[in-house]
């Protein structure tokens, strides 16, 4: 059965910094483009970050721009969202998310429903 699990969430300051990552069971994470999607509570699920399969083609979103990076660890057959600066407004859970085709990736609605596989989410929780 192919499996997303995300790591790395929990409780920092403002202007601390987590390192999310995704881990993939049952299947080569390799071949698959990865997006990384937010939901605040009583806010629409958003896009935040997403990579190709290659590597070679990334987006993320204006709101954390200059501030999360996305990568991939093909050894680990993971992938990692570092975030930096955080601010309350980050507090959210974080999902990661595979989609076949791999060649490029998407964060907009439509582009959303294009990821087949999810994990469960994460807590990322900002606060003084």
């Known amino acids: 059965q192919l499996q997303l699990v995300e790591s790395g969430g929990g409780l920092v300051q403002p202007g601390g910094s987590l390192r999310l990552s995704c881990a993939a069971s049952?299947?080569?994470?390799?071949?698959?483009?990865i997006g990384w999607f937010r939901q605040a509570p009583g806010k629409e699920r958003e896009g935040v970050s997403c990579?190709?399969?290659?590597?070679?083609?990334?987006m993320i979103a204006d709101s954390v721009l200059g501030r999360f990076f996305i990568s991939r660890e093909y050894a680990e057959n993971s992938v990692h969202l570092q975030m930096n600066s955080l601010e309350v407004e980050d507090t959210a859970t974080y999902f990661c998310?595979?989609?076949?085709?791999?060649?490029?990736?998407?964060?907009?609605?439509?582009?959303?429903?294009?990821?087949?596989?999810w994990g469960q989410g994460i807590q990322v929780t900002v606060s003084p």
């Open positions: 049952g299947f080569n994470l390799e071949y698959y483009a």
């Open positions: 998310a595979a989609r076949d085709d791999g060649s490029s990736c998407g964060l907009g609605s439509g582009a959303e429903r294009e990821y087949k596989y």
């Open positions: 990579i190709s399969s290659s590597g070679s083609s990334r």
